[in-house]
């Protein structure tokens, strides 16, 4: 059964810094990964999928990558602003029609 | 641009109650999902559905039913509210192979 887990559960860093985000999974037969934003009181936004066939995927100052081989993929933001204070959820899906398996998350805040 | 529409932000109804979250999304996607949110516990999925009529179960279907005479409308019901019940319903569609997309959420709390 496939597992998601993101370490740490909350993480501050100062404006401006670049950082990364940490997304492991169990089962490296994985189909996608997804990163997601959640924002206080709201729903989820997607920010980058990044299909087993790929290795990475860029969005502006968003980068996620995926590593199947060593179950791991992390999202990389540069040059952080207050603004992308928010929580970090990673998801991931086995097959095309298969539920989609999330991770608790990782609070984000950015010092001003 | 997905609008996924959850009909209330906020909800407080009573134990025993039944209990209707309403979930509209006007993208034409074929699967729509019910997911609720808790501390500690991230999200858990209670339902989804592939098509008009067709549901399936999640993680933790108990104490819940669904309802899909739409394509655009995904209804999730609690049949007799309890107050371990009360959590964050967050609703979602999508059509294959783009992400979901998730509703702002209601938050529901059973006294």
């Known amino acids: 059964k496939q597992e998601v887990t993101q370490i740490p559960a909350a993480l501050s860093v100062p404006e401006g810094e670049n950082l990364v985000l940490n997304c492991s999974f169990t089962d490296s037969a994985i189909y996608n990964l997804q990163w997601f934003r959640q924002d206080p009181g709201k729903g989820l936004t997607s920010l980058l999928l990044i299909q087993s066939s790929q290795r990475e995927q860029t969005s502006g100052r968003l980068n996620a990558s995926l590593d199947k081989s060593s179950g791991r993929s992390t999202l990389y933001i540069a040059a952080s602003q207050p603004g992308d204070s928010a929580t970090y959820l990673c998801?991931?899906?086995?097959?095309?029609?298969?539920?989609?398996?999330f991770g608790k998350g990782t609070r984000l805040h950015i010092l001003p | 641009d997905v609008k996924v529409t959850q009909s209330s932000r906020y909800l407080v109804k009573r134990t025993g109650e039944k209990v209707f979250l309403e979930c509209v999304q006007d993208m034409d996607h074929e699967n729509m999902f019910w997911y609720r949110q808790d501390p500690g516990l991230g999200l858990r999925l209670i339902y989804f559905?592939?098509?008009?009529?067709?549901?399936e179960k999640g993680d933790i279907p108990e104490g819940y039913s669904v309802s899909r005479e739409k394509k655009e409308r995904f209804s999730l019901i609690l049949e007799s509210a309890s107050t371990n019940q009360t959590s964050m319903y967050l609703c979602?569609?999508?059509?294959?192979?783009?992400?979901?997309?998730f509703g702002d959420g209601t938050r529901l709390s059973i006294l």
């Open positions: 559905s592939y098509d008009v009529k067709m549901k």
């Open positions: 979602a569609s999508r059509v294959y192979p783009q992400p979901q997309h």
């Open positions: 998801a991931g899906q086995m097959n095309r029609d298969d539920k989609i398996i």
